[in-house]
């Protein structure tokens, strides 16, 4: 499915968003500023249980001069449309997937090129904390005039599910009709597995798959277990960690601009000093949705890890195509290929 807002609708906002008259720094002292953070993963969701603790913490650290209002389960947006709600002042926070990202950030697909396909968690660290991801979040504030508040938060290996066909190999992928999160990337693996790609906002899955407009789809176990996709029909998994899905927490520039410099460095260092603990309870958590997908009968087949490298080699034949197709550029190709390189 086409996302709904256009790369042209994106620039057209975010020059609306230059030309408006500039907001004050600061709120007066008995006007406490609003923070409204959208998500659109459901409350049970390990992101969700993180937001919910890093709000927490600013109202505490701001001594109450800023309240924050938590929207879940995309009761106000889904997240292929938060970037045009803090464009336009709709809210002021959201942590999308950088997959959200990429049709006006292009080089928000790096992750799916094949160089990264079936990495360890190890190397995708190496990947967003060094020259890539640094390389990203400046993109995403020339762009998009948005701030990233700091280190990304893991979601977790993406991996492939379906209702009724059994994933033993990557043949059964075959003919498939599979759902994705968005961004050519995603599209491009599909299709390299003789799949068809299919884009639906996360709140539409489980219609979705209930009515059979897709066979399976694209994602975490974690979202698979906080979405209870089991009851929509999801039976069967193939756990190949084709990509690390990652959060990028943003808030919007003129509410950035209305903070003290005190007060931004209460964001950055709460989100900071907490973020490692924040990511090793999204690991945990996917460790958790694992077994309970298991326990209601989900069966989850491993791809060895030479069946792996060997699809990954297969893959890099033709990763100028898949940067090409995701309009990729060079500097971050190079950026990528020297983490990978010095990773030895």
């Not at 390389?135 to 998009?144: K, R, S, T």
């Not at 959060?247 to 964001?267: A, C, D, K, M, T």
């Amino acid at each position: 499915m086409k996302s709904s807002v256009s790369r042209r609708t994106f620039v057209a906002s975010a020059m609306a968003v230059v030309a408006a008259p500039s907001l004050r720094r600061t709120a007066a002292a008995d006007a406490p500023l609003t923070l409204r953070c959208s998500l659109e993963t459901a409350p049970s969701h390990t992101r969700n249980a993180v937001i919910r603790d890093y709000l927490g913490r600013i109202e505490a650290a701001t001594g109450g001069k800023i309240k924050t209002q938590l929207f879940e389960s995309g009761q106000l947006f889904p997240d292929l449309q938060v970037v045009k709600a803090l464009l336009q002042g709709q809210i002021e926070m959201a942590i999308p997937g950088a997959w959200s990202l990429t049709g006006v950030v292009p080089d928000a697909d790096f992750f799916q090129l094949p160089a990264l396909y079936g990495r360890t968690i190890e190397m995708a660290h190496r990947v967003i904390d060094g020259a890539p991801g640094q390389l990203l979040a400046q993109q995403i504030g020339q762009q998009l005039n948005l701030h990233v508040i700091g280190p990304w938060l893991d979601l977790g290996f993406f991996n492939w599910y379906s209702t009724s066909k059994p994933l033993n190999s990557f043949f059964d992928l075959k003919g498939l009709k599979i759902r994705n999160s968005g961004g050519a990337g995603q599209a491009w693996r599909t299709q390299f597995m003789g799949a068809i790609p299919n884009t639906t906002p996360l709140p539409n899955v489980s219609l979705g798959l209930s009515q059979g407009t897709f066979d399976g789809l694209i994602t975490s176990h974690e979202t698979v277990a906080s979405g209870q996709f089991w009851e929509s029909g999801i039976r069967y998994g193939l756990e190949d960690h084709q990509f690390i899905g990652e959060y990028i927490p943003l808030v919007g520039h003129n509410f950035w601009q209305r903070l003290s410099p005190e007060l931004q460095q209460v964001f950055t260092d709460q989100w900071r000093e907490n973020v490692p603990t924040y990511r090793a309870n999204m690991a945990a958590a996917q460790a958790r949705a694992r077994e309970q997908l298991q326990a209601h009968g989900i069966r989850i087949v491993v791809p060895s890890a030479d069946e792996l490298a060997t699809t990954r080699q297969e893959m890099m034949a033709k990763q100028e195509q898949a940067a090409k197709l995701s309009k990729i550029s060079s500097e971050m190709l190079a950026a990528l290929s020297a983490v990978i390189a010095a990773a030895g």
